[in-house]
């Protein structure tokens, strides 16, 4: 019932910025934790941002705290993620993910499986490079 769409991935040089849509439907029911994860090839997931759909509270990785800020335009049900000061590390697969909040928004983000983050987009290619 829960469908996510990503958006707005592409190739921007070191310091450039993009902003990704997570286009989200099947919120009737339930709180939610929303959030964007990235992938890239031989390193391990990373649960980048994360977002409450009710009371707006969020998580940031390390990484990427003070440069990425994750919103929510509850209008049209759709939460981006607005990535500044690029790095090419910061090359990724960028997944967005939902699920319903029963924990803390850091437990959703930096344990998804665990806590029931159990619905997938297709993903969005980021790459940051010269």
């Known amino acids: 019932q829960v469908q996510l769409v990503e958006s707005g991935g592409g190739l921007v040089q070191p310091g450039g910025s993009l902003r990704l849509s997570c286009a989200a439907s099947g919120f009737t029911f339930g709180f939610y934790g929303i959030g964007w994860f990235r992938q890239a090839p031989g390193k391990e997931r990373e649960g980048v941002s994360c977002?409450?759909?009710?009371?707006?509270?969020?998580y940031y990785a390390g990484s990427v705290k003070g440069r990425f800020t994750i919103s929510r335009d509850t209008a049209k049900n759709t939460v981006y993620l607005q990535m500044n000061s690029l790095k090419p590390e910061d090359t990724a697969v960028y997944y967005c993910?939902?699920?319903?909040?029963?924990?803390?928004?850091?437990?959703?983000?930096?344990?998804?499986?665990?806590?029931?983050?159990?619905?997938w987009g297709k993903g969005t290619q980021v790459t940051v490079s010269s």
């Open positions: 993910a939902a699920g319903r909040k029963h924990t803390t928004i850091q437990d959703m983000c930096v344990m998804p499986d665990v806590w029931g983050m159990n619905h």
């Open positions: 977002i409450s759909s009710s009371d707006g509270s969020t």
